[in-house]
C-alpha cells in the first residue's frame, strides 16, 4: 500500500501489527531499541527490508525451506489446469523456498505442460533459455503464455463444436425422403351440396331466350292468318 504506508516505519508497524505468538513476542522485545528517524520519528530499522531479514533469520524454520525446494522441484502443471492455479502454487512454495531467478524459471519450464512449452519455442526461440529480470517477472511471464494457450484451445473447441453442429445439421438434412407424390400433402375438396342447382351460362339463357322468342312470333303470326279462329288479346297473353 505505497500510498497508506509511504514509509519504512509505517510498513514496519503494518506487518508488526499481524504478528502473533513468538513472532510478536520478538518484535516487542525490539522494540527497546528504537531510534529516532528523519522520516517516521522512531524506528528499529532503517529499510522495511532490514526487517524482513532479520525476521527471516530468526524464525526461518531451515528444514521447511530445504524440504519446500526439494518439493518444488516435484511440482508440474497438471492435465486441464488453468495456468493461474499452477503460477499461484509455484509462487506460494517459492515464498518459502526463496529460490534464485534461474532456478526457479527452470523448474517454472520444466512443470508447464507441454503444449505451453511448444508455444513459447514458436513465438520466442530464446525464451526457455533465459530468465526474465526477477521472480515475480518469471510469473508474469508464464500466465501471459499460458492464457493464450488457454485462449487458443477454447476457440479451438469452439470451433470443433460449430463444424460438429454443421455436420449433423447436413446429415439430417440428407436423411430426409422428398415426398414421390406431391399431391398428397393437398387437402380433397370439399364436395358441392346436391341440392344446390348449378349457375347457367350466359349463353345457354341467350340461346333459350331466342327459341322462345321465335315460337311466340310463329303462334302470333298463324293467329293472324284467315279462316283461322280468332284470337282474343288474353289467349296470347296466356
Avoid at 399431391?183 to 341467350?206: F, I, L, R
Amino acid at each position: 500500500m505505497p500510498i497508506t504506508c509511504d514509509s519504512a516505519n509505517d510498513k514496519i508497524l503494518y506487518a508488526a501489527a499481524l504478528l502473533t505468538g513468538s513472532a510478536k513476542q520478538w518484535y516487542l522485545a525490539n522494540e527497546t531499541r528504537r531510534k529516532p528517524d528523519s522520516q517516521s520519528g522512531w524506528c528499529v530499522w532503517a529499510r522495511y527490508e532490514d526487517f524482513l531479514k532479520d525476521f527471516i533469520a530468526v524464525h526461518e524454520n531451515r528444514n521447511e525451506a530445504r524440504e519446500t525446494k526439494r518439493n518444488i522441484q516435484m511440482e508440474f502443471q497438471k492435465a486441464g489446469e488453468l495456468i493461474k492455479d499452477y503460477v499461484s502454487r509455484m509462487r506460494t512454495l517459492n515464498m518459502v523456498a526463496n529460490l534464485p531467478r534461474d532456478l526457479l524459471w527452470e523448474y517454472l519450464i520444466i512443470g508447464l505442460q507441454p503444449e505451453v512449452c511448444e508455444y513459447m519455442k514458436q513465438t520466442n526461440k530464446d525464451s526457455l533459455d533465459v530468465a526474465p529480470a526477477s521472480p515475480e517477472m518469471c510469473f508474469e511471464a508464464i500466465t501471459s503464455v499460458g492464457r493464450k494457450v488457454e485462449n487458443e484451445r477454447i476457440g479451438e473447441q469452439f470451433m470443433r463444436n460449430a463444424q460438429k453442429l454443421k455436420e449433423q445439421t447436413q446429415a439430417a438434412a440428407r436423411g430426409k425422403k422428398p415426398d414421390q407424390n406431391p399431391q398428397a400433402d393437398k387437402k380433397p375438396e370439399a364436395p358441392k351440396p346436391s341440392g344446390v342447382p348449378k349457375k347457367k351460362s350466359k349463353q345457354g339463357e341467350k340461346k333459350k331466350s331466342l327459341v322462345s322468342s321465335e315460337k311466340y312470333k310463329t303462334a302470333e303470326k298463324k293467329a293472324k292468318e284467315p279462316g283461322e279462329d280468332k284470337v282474343t288479346y288474353s289467349m296470347r297473353q296466356a
